[in-house]
């Protein structure tokens, strides 16, 4: 998928029917070392040598999953922060953005970076005015990061009503938006995705070329630590 679209470097997420079990990802971090880094799902409490593996395979960041089974939730939401902080990771959240009012104040005091996946996984009809928007908005002009990705999970094709929600993003965080798609679009029984309709459809989100390549480019570069002799 990444030679076909021509991107340099890929994320891999950790999928949620694998549950904390991450040794597939892990043997494909290692065959790509430079090329690719992980998103993990790890309980807590594993010996240190399982986290310091991890990290040393490429997982730059662990997820926590509130809207799919197989995932770690919010409940231990300060312990998994001290252990990202101590690995150097960042924490990625799979929430919907209508609840995240009740965690903000948490997520707000984390010692490490929060990563918000899919836009807050917010349905785009409902539109921006939100309280769940507005909160998640206010993370990201705080410092919190935003995947402009899932357009598929948000709204029906032709995702028109995903316009508002990516551009609010992108005016809160321009600097901390990173874009994914989502391959393989696992737990989609609709319409099969292609990644270039994904890739079209970032070009009228982000329309200006120097802000897309700011999103394609130099963020991931900071969040995921990619550098430019990374293939």
């Known amino acids: 998928m990444l030679d076909h679209t021509g991107m340099a470097n890929g994320v891999l997420v950790q999928v949620s029917v694998h549950g904390t079990d991450n040794r597939l990802m892990l043997q494909t971090l290692r065959r790509r070392p430079k090329r690719l880094r992980g998103i993990g799902v790890m309980p807590l409490g594993l010996p240190s040598t399982e986290y310091e593996a991890a990290r040393d395979a490429g997982v730059v960041g662990l997820r926590l999953n509130v809207l799919y089974g197989g995932g770690i939730g919010l409940s231990q939401l300060n312990n998994y922060g001290a252990l990202a902080r101590e690995l150097g990771w960042h924490l990625q959240l799979l929430v919907d953005a209508r609840t995240l009012a009740v965690y903000a104040q948490a997520l707000a005091a984390l ?96 329309p200006d070329p120097k802000a897309r390549e700011q999103v394609l480019v130099h963020n991931p570069r900071r969040l995921y630590s990619f550098y430019k002799d990374n293939r």
């Open 111 to 206: 010692p490490v970076p929060i990563v918000i996946d899919h836009m807050g996984h917010y349905p785009a009809r409902e539109g921006i005015d939100g309280l769940g928007v507005r909160t998640m908005l206010s993370l990201l002009t705080d410092g919190a990061w935003v995947k402009l990705s899932g357009a598929y999970r948000l709204d029906s094709a032709p995702w028109h009503h995903t316009l508002p929600l990516a551009q609010a993003c992108l005016d809160a965080a321009p600097t901390r938006c990173v874009w994914g798609s989502d391959w393989p679009h696992v737990a989609h029984w609709d319409r099969m995705m292609n990644v270039a309709e994904l890739l079209d459809l970032l070009a009228d989100w982000v």
